[in-house]
């Protein structure tokens, strides 16, 4: 705008120089004529020189005003049009004949701005083709998702809505719009889908979704914000185009309100059931006993009645275990349970901090995989580890992994006072973290048919314990037979012999410990240590349901490979273990004074002798072997091997608790049962005449050997 | 001197078929109905074996467990528990609060029988007396031995 008169003005002085310049020069042609010019001359020098200076200036002015209107002006309009077609888009009218007289630069100009013109016309049609195209792509998708029936809602990584179904909108149960970018954590529940959210990028981020069974999707359970519906909803983790980063999540939820109240209805009200229906039947039959041993002995009818009030209950024991576990088997199909590395779930304890205490915490041990319900377990734990950071005034934790018998351990141990079953019970009522859903630690136990405890944890450690159901990978058995283990002689049977009162006593009213072990490998001697001991009680001829003993060992040695073909067992299932030294001991007060049975007991009774030496334990109850007893009953000749003492008394072993410590020790204690039946029908009443006939038979063999 | 055996079970007919049950294999047989029965039982004289019902009224079996293995007194008594729900997780939680044997219900009387004669040779400083305990107040039978 200030070029205006900028130019002009110029322009302007420009011509008024070649004017005053031209006058000045006259004037001063003028001036030097005058000097030697008579003075009545003057008048007309002045006159030449008027009438030489004003044509002159008017000249200058006419063509000056010319120039103006030509090529001045027409420059000034010409670049307010570039400007206006630059700036604004304008097409401007640009007069044709303005700028005739610079020509060149006036078309020029005028092409420029029809060209840029046109470019900004084209992009204009291409941006509006472009919206237009993806418009109607969204359209589609909007169509596709009004088909569906679940509700469906997708997201970016920081949770705000990118699209969602009208379905979604009904099942979330949200008034007016969800509005597009809001954050779908302000709509329901949001640790669920933090917590799912989290699972499946460390999933891809570890390139485990190739090999999970389920891939990029996890399941998820939310509350409506109302919290009056719970929905379950399956989370897919979406990538960009590359596949190389995650993007965001579509989740597809469906209404499960009424179907996990009526579960958790019908859960409850058959464990109630369940549970009631035990003592009832508890109290009938313990009834019925003491009635039954008033009347008096040696009546047939009334041993079979007293047979009654034994085998019934058992047998009703059984069905309600069924029953127990369908209701279970019913109840978590409908909660999202997933296979979850424990240290996973111990690592999103330690990063939880939900109420932003410092505390320091470590996690040690190994690793298993558990069944449950991530989000809710790994906020229990949260919640337990805060109120004990109060109660035992600490700050230091440590969270592992153990394993029991079934079972697997997830324990928080810290220094110092436990905290009592009734304080727990209160600080489990609590409701958990909001934004979960009105469950309290309890429900979530419930849940998990689990429970928590405090115990001492050993060296100073005081450990709270939360045990829960161990995905069990086994490694494939090969059904191939398998040679028998090495028989040992060198066993001295009659060392116990003749110190102990049962010696005389009938073998079926003993009490015997039928034990197993599974070792490393067949060479005590040379390094092979146990791996595991199951045994199982005897007690008047009749094999004890309840009572059963069966441990992992750590054998602190590597597991030959050949050796986990055998029995399954490989070094990751036995790391967590107690040692031989811890778990000796259980099993000596197991056995207490039982006479001890195994099968081939010369091979075990050696590995035990060398661990009880360590654990300070002796085993110097009598042992029977049951190879010894069949050899006397059935010769030496046939076969001996608990397979086929199993087949002749038609006792069935199911393939996968075969070489298994716990099954082997159910089989060899069972054949021992009908042994000890016919053993008694061949006059072989009594322990000493079973030791005897034992010794028999480990002569002969002895004699065969040195052949 | 009889082998005592204090019995704490809910439920008048739990603790009183056990009374009888233990009584006729020779035992004597002691029951009360709440903690503060259990511990006047205890501190009253000595029992051999205890026999403890997880489902016993005023607290809970479990909780009088712990406490019991707090103190010292009652630190090393036999304790079997009874318990309803067939679980390893009750079984596992009964052993690590200090339970000596574990019995699911519905039991054979003779296994419970064997269980308490072998806890009760165990070598023990004191005869403990055992306890039954019954929730509907009854404390009609109390013997002492």
């Known amino acids: ?129 472009a919206v237009a195209d993806a418009a109607r792509q969204r359209g589609r998708l909007e169509a596709v998702l009004r088909d569906i029936e679940e509700g469906v809602v997708i997201c970016n990584l920081d949770h705000r809505i990118r699209l969602y179904n009208r379905h979604a909108l009904q099942i979330l149960h949200v008034s007016g719009d969800l509005g597009l970018g809001r954050s779908l954590l302000s709509v329901v529940s949001p640790q669920p889908i933090r917590h799912s959210l989290q699972r499946l990028v460390r999933r891809f981020e570890s390139g485990r979704h190739v090999d999970h069974p389920d891939g990029l999707t996890a399941l998820v359970i939310v ?110 199909s409908a909660w999202p349970m997933a296979n979850v590395l424990s240290t996973s779930l111990l690592t999103m304890v330690r990063e939880r901090r939900s109420e932003g205490r410092d505390l320091d915490v470590e996690i040690e041990g190994g690793s298993l995989w558990l069944h ?49 079953l009734d304080v727990l019970t ?24 689990s429970d928590v405890w405090c115990q001492e944890g050993g060296d100073g450690w005081t450990v709270l314990r939360m045990p829960l159901a161990i995905v069990e990978t086994r490694e494939g058995r090969p059904i191939a037979q398998l040679p028998e283990r090495p028989e040992f002689y060198d066993f001295d049977l009659s060392a116990a012999v003749d110190r102990l009162a049962i010696v005389d006593a009938p073998l079926k009213a003993l009490t015997l410990v039928v034990f197993d072990t599974e070792t490393t490998g067949l060479e005590p001697s040379r390094g092979d240590e ?51 030294e811890r778990v000796l001991p259980r099993f000596h007060a197991f056995v207490g004074d039982a006479v001890l049975v195994a099968h081939n007991a010369a091979f075990d009774m050696k590995f035990l002798s060398r661990g009880a030496g360590t654990a300070g334990v002796a085993f110097d109850t009598p042992v029977l072997d049951t190879v010894l007893l069949a050899a006397h009953l059935f010769g030496a000749t046939t076969s001996l091997t608990l397979d086929s003492l199993a087949e002749r008394f038609q006792i069935v072993i199911p393939t996968e608790d075969r070489h298994t410590a716990l099954g082997d020790s159910i089989a060899t204690a069972l054949v021992l049962i009908r042994l000890i039946d016919m053993l008694d029908a061949a006059g072989v009443t009594t322990l000493r005449d079973a030791l005897a006939v034992s010794e028999r038979q480990v002569s002969i063999r002895r004699a065969q050997k040195a052949y | 001197m009889q082998d005592t055996v204090l019995v704490a079970a809910g439920g008048s007919a739990t603790a009183l078929a056990m009374e009888f049950l233990l009584s006729d294999e020779g035992f004597t047989v002691y029951r009360a109905e709440d903690r503060d029965g259990v511990h006047g039982e205890l501190d009253a004289g000595a029992c051999r074996v205890m026999i403890l019902d997880a489902a016993f009224p005023d607290g809970g079996g479990f909780p009088l467990l712990e406490a019991l293995r707090c103190d010292p007194a009652t630190k090393r008594l036999p304790v079997v528990m009874l318990i309803a729900r067939c679980g390893y997780v009750e079984t596992e939680k009964a052993r690590a609060l200090g339970a000596d044997a574990v019995v699911e219900k ?40």
């Not at chain 1, 939820?253 to 003592?279: K, P």
């Not at chain 1, 449950?372 to 109660?391: P, Q």
């Not at chain 1, 005897?538 to 309840?546: E, K, M, W």
């Not at chain 2, 165990?122 to 107040?137: I, K, N, S, Y």
């Open chain 1, 530 to 580: 146990i791996i595991q001991i199951a045994g199982v009680r005897i007690v008047n001829g009749r094999l004890l349901r309840g009572e059963v003993f069966d441990s992992y060992v750590d054998p602190g040695r590597r597991i030959p490979s050949a050796s986990t073909k055998v029995h399954g067992i490989s070094d990751d299932m036995v790391s967590g273990a107690d040692s031989i």
């Open chain 1, 223 to 332: 509350t409506t914000l109302d919290r009056r519906r719970q929905l379950r909803g399956r989370m897919v983790l979406t990538l960009e185009q590359e596949g190389t980063k995650a993007a965001g999540y579509i989740i597809s939820f469906g209404d499960v309100t009424n179907e996990l109240s009526a579960g958790v209805w019908r859960d409850r009200l058959l464990h109630e059931a369940t549970e009631d229906m035990r003592q009832r039947v508890s109290n009938l039959a313990l009834a019925g006993e003491v009635l039954i041993g008033r009347l008096p002995p040696g009546d047939r009818r009334t041993d079979a009645l007293r047979h009654v009030f034994v085998e019934e209950p058992a047998a009703l024991g059984l069905r309600l275990d069924q029953l127990d576990g369908a209701a279970s088997d019913l109840l978590a």
């Open chain 1, 1 to 129: 705008m200030g070029e205006k008169p900028g130019l002009r003005l110029r322009i302007f002085l420009f011509f008024g120089l070649i004017a005053t310049g031209s006058v000045a020069a006259m004037m001063a042609a003028v001036l030097v004529a005058a000097r030697h010019a008579p003075p009545e001359t003057i008048p007309d020098l002045v006159l030449a020189f008027a009438v030489a200076a004003f044509p002159t200036v008017a000249l200058t002015l006419w063509v000056w005003l010319k120039f103006d209107e030509t090529v001045a002006r027409p420059i000034l309009t010409l670049a307010a049009e570039i400007q206006a077609a630059l700036h604004a888009g304008a097409r401007g009218a640009l007069a044709p004949e303005t700028g005739r007289f610079i020509e060149p630069l006036a078309s020029t100009a005028r092409a420029v701005i029809d060209t840029l013109a046109a470019h900004r016309e084209r992009t204009d049609e291409a941006v509006a083709a």
């Open chain 2, 106 to 145: 519905p039991f054979a009387g003779p296994d419970l029988v064997d269980i308490v004669r072998r806890l009760a040779r165990r070598p023990q400083a004191r005869t403990p007396r055992v306890l039954e305990l019954a929730d509907d107040g009854r404390h009609a039978m109390m013997h002492h031995g």
């Open chain 1, 372 to 420: 449950c319900d991530g989000a809710t377990v790994v906020d229990l734990l949260d919640r337990m580890m805060n109120r004990i950071a109060i109660y035992a005034r600490t700050p230091t934790f440590r969270l592992g992994t153990g394993r029991g018998e079934r079972l697997a351990f997830l324990d928080i141990k810290w220094r110092g006072d436990g905290v009592p």
């Open chain 1, 426 to 449: 209160v600080w489990l009522e609590e409701r958990l973290d909001d934004a979960l859903g009105p469950i309290t630690g309890a429900d979530v136990l419930k849940r998990h048919h």
